[in-house]
């Protein structure tokens, strides 16, 4: 494959491959590096994507082969998988095939010798949990650890784009109304990673656990205006992760100091109206 490099502002910009390019978290990563004069390679199984400002690559990461053709000469490689729960999620995809794709993604990186790689992890995978759309990503940071690539995972909280969607008239969901949760806007994610491309030196063998604000659904209801509606549901796996559950600490002020654009979920619904 023979990649073209480009300048920006007369300077040799740097090559970035994304995984995950036409999604919600690598969309929002090309859009960033983008905008920061990165060259990106967008990565998709699908020859008829078009991404805005990136250069569109056919690989599949379930082939290691077509995975190592693309990172050929890249400077880093952002790597997320389909969450299981994902209704556009491939056909027969499950946690397994997710951890699968992120070991293979770490596997072609350092085969083409990518000097850094930045993993979307989640917030609850920090350690085994019983979850396996939670122990999916604790296994793939796991490979990444034993195989010795520079990385840097990214925990993301709960979306703030899951929670709203325009003429909502209620909120639904899993959360328990009076329990706090840590929020993240997916465009802040691509912020955040954008920065941390630029800084490899600051960044790899790190984690960060993403997070603008701190609320309870009813606050968050309240922000939308609209009723709050704790539902259940017979899945096992789903009631453990949100039964219980812990916030970890964020220091949403470093992160803020980062990214001074990182926004609250009232930003956040401002933008969105």
């Known amino acids: 494959m023979i990649v073209l490099q480009k ?26 590096l983008v905008e920061a004069g990165w060259n990106v390679r967008a990565l998709t199984r699908d020859p008829s994507a078009q991404v805005t400002g990136a250069a569109v690559v056919v690989a599949d990461q379930d082939s290691p082969d077509s995975l190592k053709r693309a990172f050929s000469g890249a400077d880093a490689v952002f790597s997320v998988q389909p969450a299981p729960h994902d209704p556009r999620s491939p056909q027969g995809y499950s946690p397994a095939v997710e951890t699968r794709w992120g070991r293979n993604v770490a ?16 917030v609850a995978s920090t350690s ?29 909280t709960t979306f703030m784009d899951g929670l709203h969607s325009p003429g909502m008239t209620r909120l639904t969901h899993l959360l328990h109304p009076a329990v706090r949760y840590h929020l993240i806007a997916v465009d802040d994610i691509g912020a955040i990673a954008a920065q941390v491309f630029a800084d490899p030196a600051r960044f790899a063998g790190s984690s960060l656990t993403l997070a603008g604000d701190l609320l309870t659904p009813l606050e968050i209801a309240g922000l939308i205006g609209v009723p709050y509606e704790q539902i259940q549901v017979d899945d096992p796996e789903l009631r453990k992760v949100f039964a219980d559950r812990a916030e970890p600490p ?22 969105a109206h």
Not at 250 to 271: C, I, N, Q, Y
Request: charge should be negative; aromatic fraction near 8%.
């Open 7 to 32: 300048t920006f502002w007369g300077q040799m910009m740097k090559t970035a491959v994304v995984t995950g390019a036409t999604g919600k978290q690598g969309g929002a990563v090309v859009r960033h």
């Open 107 to 122: 596997d072609a990186a350092l085969a083409a010798d990518v000097p850094h790689l930045v993993y979307a992890s989640l």
């Open 128 to 156: 085994q949990s019983g979850v396996a759309s939670f122990d999916s990503k604790w296994e793939v940071e796991q490979h990444i650890a034993d195989i010795g690539l520079p990385t840097t995972v990214l925990r993301p």
């Open 250 to 271: 964020v220091d949403v002020e470093a992160l803020r100091a980062l990214h001074p654009g990182l926004r609250t979920f009232a930003a956040f619904l401002s933008e």
